[in-house]
């Protein structure tokens, strides 16, 4: 089998923004059948339009009211990110996201740790996401148990990821219109709602509330708020199944954070508004994890609490799994094909043109967490917590990145989007990062610690990270 780093000839300059993988030492093994459309979908897929459902109650209860504040900050915090993005996904059009960055934008091992901490989120939220959505549906059909609807989740998205990435889009598209409707019916009977003075009578409490706000309480709200917002950076890992210019990559990114991260703050705003005592769900939190629910029943009965449910349960245990075990494998092939993971993971099938061998290994990884974190009353905050911390840690090493590669290496006199941008974007996310959860910290750590002495073993060993070198 001909190896996947071995060089090509023909290909263009790092600079060029056409330029494709073969330009880097690799072959293009990946399909390239995606549109800019077929990319902005499969993003606002990964964000989940609806996504504040299944955490409104714990991001109230952190943030003393202020939601829609929270995520407001979160979408300005995650801008920048998706700005840097942007960047680097021009300099290098290739799967693997912020570990292909890092790695070439900075150094190799440093490249190794962000795929690392990356690994963090990508591996571990598909097991999230078939978990909170298993729950959601056991507590509509408690006959059936929650590892039982793990099982059917993950099976479903293994198969459609399976028949490749042109079906999954075509998949991304029917859900993501049946989400907007669900929103769309939520968002207009609570409007109706409010008007007719349903509302608790607080208008602006959900953007500030002068006897509560303190930056600490917002950007912890934030650290949870995030996990609304991971997806857009899933994007970056199609590079390579991206049939128009590495541009619209970026602009994919982009578009669909500004898309989702304004319908978070809408719908936010709107259900706090709805919530029947905002005191007691400050004081006392979201133990059943219903008030997004209970607030759509303020709004216009039983039957849209059950609505908002169900879209919830099919769109984080479908819709938001399926493309997040996409991104994973992608991730996987990617680390593998550059000899930082096992060589049986670089494997592509050569009917579906996918990552056969990673997007079983995701699924086999999804369907173990799922059913063990089931059996744990924190299993969703355990998962929420590490997806998190991983995340912003390998987006803080982005930011970094675009400095080194493009002012350091480079020169670049493009001081806003190479210097200001970075600068800006790896402050607040250190901020977020410093507010959030003891408990993700030392977990995130710990695992941070594990990947550097992994990273000296394969040093010591003779592994020393190395990626394909560019054709000059």
Same mark, same amino acid.
């Given at each position: 089998?001909?190896?996947?780093?071995?060089?090509?000839?023909?290909?263009?300059?790092?600079?060029?923004?056409?330029?494709?993988?073969?330009?880097?030492?690799?072959?293009?093994?990946?399909?390239?059948?995606?549109? $800019?459309?077929?990319?902005?979908?499969?993003?606002?897929?990964?964000?989940?339009?609806?996504?504040? $459902?299944?955490?409104?109650?714990? #991001?109230?209860?952190?943030?003393?009211?202020?939601?829609?504040?929270?995520?407001?900050?979160?979408?300005?915090?995650?801008?920048?990110?998706?700005?840097?993005?942007?960047?680097?996904?021009?300099?290098?059009?290739?799967?693997?996201?912020?570990?292909?960055?890092?790695?070439?934008?900075?150094?190799?091992?440093?490249?190794?740790?962000?795929?690392?901490?990356?690994?963090?989120?990508?591996?571990?939220?598909?097991?999230?996401?078939?978990?909170?959505?298993?729950?959601?549906?056991?507590?509509?059909?408690?006959?059936?148990? +929650?590892?039982?609807?793990?099982?059917?989740?993950?099976?479903?998205? !293994?198969? #459609?990821?399976?028949?490749?990435?042109?079906?999954?889009?075509?998949?991304?598209?029917?859900?993501?219109?049946?989400?907007?409707?669900?929103?769309?019916?939520?968002? +207009?009977?609570?409007?109706?709602?409010?008007?007719?003075?349903?509302?608790? %009578?607080?208008?602006?409490?959900?953007?500030?509330?002068?006897?509560?706000?303190?930056?600490?309480?917002?950007?912890?709200?934030?650290?949870?708020?995030?996990?609304?917002?991971?997806?857009?950076? %899933?994007?970056? !890992?199609?590079?390579?199944?991206?049939?128009?210019?590495?541009?619209?990559?970026?602009?994919?990114?982009?578009?669909?954070?500004?898309?989702?991260?304004?319908?978070?703050? +809408?719908? !936010?705003?709107?259900?706090?508004?709805?919530?029947?005592?905002?005191?007691?769900?400050?004081?006392?939190?979201?133990?059943?994890?219903?008030?997004?629910?209970?607030?759509?029943? +303020?709004?216009?009965?039983?039957?849209?609490? #059950?609505?908002?449910?169900?879209?919830?349960?099919?769109?984080?245990?479908?819709?938001?799994? *399926?493309?997040?075990?996409?991104?994973?494998?992608?991730?996987?092939?990617?680390?593998?094909?550059?000899?930082?993971?096992?060589?049986?993971?670089?494997?592509?099938?050569?009917?579906?043109?996918?990552?056969?061998?990673?997007?079983?290994?995701?699924?086999?990884?999804?369907?173990?967490?799922?059913?063990?974190?089931?059996?744990?009353?924190? %299993?969703? !905050?355990?998962?929420?917590?590490?997806?998190?911390? %991983?995340?912003?840690?390998?987006?803080?090493?982005?930011?970094?990145?675009?400095? #080194?590669?493009?002012?350091?290496?480079?020169?670049?006199?493009?001081?806003?989007?190479?210097?200001?941008?970075?600068?800006?974007?790896?402050?607040? *996310?250190?901020?977020?990062?410093?507010?959030?959860?003891?408990?993700?910290?030392?977990?995130?750590?710990?695992?941070?610690?594990?990947?550097?002495?992994?990273?000296?073993?394969?040093?010591?060993?003779?592994?020393?990270?190395?990626?394909?070198?560019?054709?000059?």
């Amino acid at each position: 089998m001909t190896d996947p780093r071995t060089p090509t000839t023909g290909a263009r300059s790092a600079g060029d923004d056409a330029a494709g993988v073969e330009a880097f030492g690799y072959r293009q093994e990946l399909k390239r059948s995606l549109s $800019f459309t077929d990319l902005l979908v499969y993003g606002l897929v990964f964000m989940v339009p609806i996504a504040p $459902f299944g955490i409104f109650g714990g #991001v109230f209860q952190a943030s003393g009211g202020m939601i829609a504040l929270a995520y407001a900050v979160g979408m300005l915090a995650m801008a920048f990110t998706a700005a840097s993005y942007s960047q680097m996904s021009r300099a290098f059009p290739m799967a693997g996201s912020v570990y292909t960055y890092a790695g070439r934008g900075i150094d190799q091992r440093v490249g190794f740790i962000a795929g690392w901490m990356i690994l963090l989120d990508y591996v571990l939220v598909p097991g999230l996401l078939y978990l909170i959505a298993a729950v959601a549906m056991n507590s509509i059909v408690s006959s059936v148990p +929650v590892w039982i609807w793990v099982v059917a989740f993950v099976v479903l998205n !293994t198969a #459609v990821n399976y028949l490749g990435i042109e079906f999954t889009a075509r998949i991304n598209k029917i859900m993501l219109i049946g989400e907007l409707i669900v929103l769309a019916i939520f968002l +207009v009977i609570g409007v109706i709602a409010l008007a007719g003075g349903a509302g608790n %009578g607080n208008v602006l409490e959900p953007v500030y509330n002068a006897d509560t706000f303190s930056f600490g309480l917002v950007f912890g709200a934030v650290s949870i708020a995030v996990l609304s917002f991971l997806g857009f950076d %899933g994007i970056s !890992t199609l590079a390579e199944e991206n049939r128009d210019s590495a541009r619209s990559l970026g602009r994919s990114m982009i578009a669909a954070l500004v898309l989702a991260g304004t319908l978070f703050i +809408v719908q !936010t705003w709107i259900a706090a508004l709805l919530v029947a005592d905002p005191a007691a769900l400050i004081s006392e939190g979201d133990a059943g994890g219903t008030a997004f629910y209970d607030a759509a029943e +303020v709004a216009g009965g039983h039957w849209l609490s #059950v609505l908002t449910a169900v879209a919830t349960a099919i769109a984080w245990g479908f819709a938001n799994s *399926l493309v997040a075990q996409a991104a994973t494998s992608r991730l996987l092939f990617a680390m593998a094909r550059d000899r930082q993971l096992p060589s049986f993971l670089a494997r592509i099938d050569p009917t579906h043109r996918v990552p056969v061998n990673a997007t079983l290994l995701v699924a086999a990884i999804s369907l173990a967490l799922g059913i063990y974190m089931s059996q744990r009353e924190d %299993g969703i !905050t355990l998962l929420s917590t590490l997806v998190n911390f %991983g995340a912003l840690s390998a987006f803080l090493l982005l930011h970094v990145a675009v400095v #080194v590669h493009y002012v350091v290496r480079q020169g670049s006199r493009d001081w806003w989007r190479h210097l200001v941008v970075p600068v800006i974007g790896f402050a607040i *996310l250190a901020y977020v990062v410093y507010n959030a959860q003891v408990a993700a910290q030392e977990l995130g750590f710990v695992w941070l610690g594990i990947g550097l002495l992994v990273l000296v073993f394969l040093v010591a060993t003779g592994r020393r990270p190395a990626l394909s070198e560019e054709v000059r």
